[in-house]
């Protein structure tokens, strides 16, 4: 079945640095893919959609200069989180579909638990 | 934009009882209903999915109805056990086809089967 890798599982990074999150689709082409953010107890929220080779579109209150998204290719996403600050912890999950053809499931990848100290 | 209501918000079972999830849409155009487990630290689970030209789909103990005149969607879990213990999250979706379409998850539901 398709499978999405996201990397780090896990970073612990000091208030104002940046944080890179990397998803990538390991079988199968991922046109769109889907960020998400959920705290603890709570759902996943959706932060972003990309789609490969354009400018991702942002939910309403995200900040898209804080919450970079680049889908340069269609099997890398990745999430970068600058100057990251103690509220930005949270557990991070992107989800990628595919275009056309075969299964138009959501994939989702592991998920990456920032703490920011 | 969609917005989906999930209930309850936790849910104790004994092992062995039925566990019904009850979740409620409100775009009209939403034609794609997954549910998924997510367990402490993991990723959403698939665990049963319908589309909008369906009422019912049965997967060995889980089972999902859907009723569009209501906009509402259910999921039944029949014959519980312990590792059913998990947080159960509905969404909904305008993408059972090709395209960009978001999910948009329920609040989830804690499920807990005692022993």
């Known amino acids: 079945g398709a499978v999405v890798s996201q990397h780090p599982s896990w970073v612990i990074c000091k208030s104002g640095t940046s944080v890179k999150i990397e998803c990538r689709s390991l079988?199968?082409?991922?046109?769109?893919m889907f960020w998400y953010r959920q705290f603890p107890k709570q759902s996943l929220m959706l932060m972003a959609t990309s789609n490969e080779g354009s400018k991702a579109t942002y939910e309403q209150g995200v900040e898209k200069d804080k919450f970079l998204i680049n889908h340069a290719s269609l099997t890398l996403s990745t999430l970068t989180v600058t100057s990251a600050h103690p509220e930005d912890s949270s557990f991070y999950i992107c989800?990628?579909?595919?275009?056309?053809?075969?299964?138009?499931?959501?994939?989702f990848g592991s998920g990456t638990r920032l703490t920011v100290v | 934009g969609e917005n989906v209501e999930q209930h309850p918000s936790t849910l104790s079972v004994q092992e062995g009882d039925s566990a019904v999830i009850k979740c409620t849409y409100s775009?009209?155009?939403?034609?794609?209903f997954p549910w998924y487990k997510q367990e402490l630290g993991k990723r959403p689970q698939l665990i049963i999915d319908i589309r909008s030209n369906v009422g019912e789909k049965k997967d060995q103990r889980i089972a999902v109805t859907l009723n569009k005149t209501a906009k509402h969607f259910s999921l039944h879990i029949t014959e519980t056990q312990p590792e059913d213990s998990a947080v159960y999250f509905c969404?909904?979706?305008?993408?059972?086809?090709?395209?960009?379409?978001?999910?948009?998850f329920g609040k989830g539901t804690k499920l807990s089967v005692i022993p």
């Open positions: 969404a909904a979706s305008r993408g059972s086809g090709a395209g960009s379409y978001q999910l948009t």
């Open positions: 775009d009209s155009a939403s034609n794609y």
């Open positions: 079988d199968f082409q991922a046109t769109t």
């Open positions: 989800s990628a579909r595919s275009g056309g053809g075969g299964s138009y499931g959501y994939t």
